[in-house]
């Protein structure tokens, strides 16, 4: 799950990671004058009206705006709220005491699947997009891989110091961006995160550095081992989808992806295999869904009645390989899924194989369901569910 702005900070305050100070989460523009008022009349020079979207370049777009006055405020409140930035429309805003900049660096940590461990970004050119700083002048983008086994005990204050001095940033902040590296490296690991970024990470005229922006994604499938993890969902920002919802409570697993081809198969692996040849076929799967290892005749049902669900698909390619699940309950369940489904418009494309298919075919071909092939091969399958998509 990714994060907006203010939680990533919260995120990073609760983990040791510099902050500025606090500031307020609205909602309207009452909210964000009365915000304003606040932190002016605290002492803050000027505060920053924050659009609070899962997506970058807010700045640019002008989600992002410093007010003086309690009546520029209401300005940029009414301009920021309910502005669309790249498909995002503004909900939610956190007015913030402006920070004194004097430089914007960069630096984060994120997953390195490429090199099965972590990666840490650093780099002295900060508050603009990493990648343009990475084509225009890749020497100044530090990139350190770090193994698993370098960071049992976390990330050492020596190669934070490494890292910070590689990337170049001035001596009079080193110290503490490499303090700030260790604690950010510990947020990400404690919190099960797969990404922390902070774009611009900045030394104050008086010498701190401050996460000024946070991008954090967490990993879904660690949200067991933290408490309140489902309190990170906030209205306005949040809009599960639906079909994913009801997946997880019916303990399926699937993922909606963008293409019009369904896909359910038994077996992660098979499923990811699935996908591919899907792709291979010049087609796109609108899911992953996997009905797992002892695909009941129930679970077909239920699966296959939630991928029918979703509007955008086309076709369902159904491919299953019977090791324990034998045929028959694979083709008991196809049949009575079209039962309980009754009419719908999609025809399903069956390969199955493995453990009893033969069988598991001879129900199917007796069952003589309108809207239902067979199909030989995994190959096979692929291009006749592509076909029909294309045509649908
Ligand atoms: N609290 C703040 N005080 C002063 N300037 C800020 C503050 N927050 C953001 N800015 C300025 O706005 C820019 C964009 O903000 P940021 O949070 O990075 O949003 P985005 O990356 O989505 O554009 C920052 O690079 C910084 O220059
Ligand atoms: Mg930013």
């Known amino acids: 799950m990714d994060l907006v702005e203010f939680q990533g900070k919260q995120l990073f305050a609760r983990n040791g990671v510099p902050v500025p100070a606090a500031g307020s989460v609205c ?4 909210e964000i004058v009365a915000a304003a008022e606040e932190h002016l009349g605290g002492g803050a020079s000027a505060v920053v009206v924050k659009a609070q979207v899962k997506t970058g370049g807010r700045g640019k777009a002008g989600g992002v705006k410093l007010a003086t006055t309690v009546d520029e405020a209401r300005e940029h409140a009414e301009s920021i709220l309910g502005l669309d930035i790249k498909g995002h429309v503004v909900n939610v805003v956190y007015v913030e005491p402006a920070s004194d900049i004097a430089e914007e660096y960069y630096l984060s940590v994120m997953h390195d699947r490429v090199n099965k461990g972590h990666l840490v970004i650093c780099s002295r050119e900060g508050g603009v997009e990493i990648e343009e700083v990475n084509r225009t002048n ?12 370098d960071t ?12 910070v001095t590689e990337a170049e940033l001035p001596a009079e902040v080193r110290d503490a961006a490499a303090g700030l590296l260790v604690a950010l490296f510990n947020a990400y690991r404690a919190e099960d995160a797969t990404l922390a970024e902070i774009n611009p990470l900045i030394r104050t005229t008086d010498d701190r550095v401050l996460a000024l922006d ?26 599960d989808d639906p079909l994913e919802a009801e997946a997880k409570a019916k303990g399926i697993q699937y993922v909606k992806l963008d293409g019009n081809v ?19 076929n010049g087609g796109r799967a609108a899911n992953f869904l996997d009905v797992g290892g002892g695909a009941s005749a129930d679970a077909m049902a239920e699966s296959l009645a939630l991928v029918l669900k979703d509007p ?23 049949i009575e899924a079209t039962k309980r ?21 001879r129900l199917l071909e007796e069952a003589a369901l309108a809207n239902v092939v067979a199909a030989a091969t995994m190959q096979d399958a692929a291009a006749k569910a592509v076909e029909l998509a294309g045509q649908a």
């Open 341 to 361: 489904l009754g009419d719908f418009p999609q025809t399903l494309v069956v390969r199955l194989d493995g453990t009893n298919a033969a069988e598991g075919r």
């Open 214 to 239: 946070a991008k954090v994604s967490l990993d879904g499938s660690a949200a067991f081992r933290h408490d309140g993890y489902e309190e990170w969902k906030i209205d306005g920002i949040d809009a």
């Open 312 to 334: 955008s698909v086309k076709s369902v390619f159904v491919n299953i390989f019977g090791g324990i699940t034998r045929g028959e309950d694979v083709a008991n369940g196809v």
């Open 138 to 149: 890749p020497d100044a983008v530090v990139k350190r891989p770090l193994l698993p086994a």
């Open 152 to 163: 049992v005990d976390g990330l050492s204050p020596a190669t934070a110091t490494e890292i």
């Open 27 to 30: 909602r309207t523009v009452d």
């Open 262 to 280: 369904g896909v359910l198969g038994n077996g992660a692996g098979l499923v990811m295999a699935t996908l591919d040849v899907v792709a291979q």
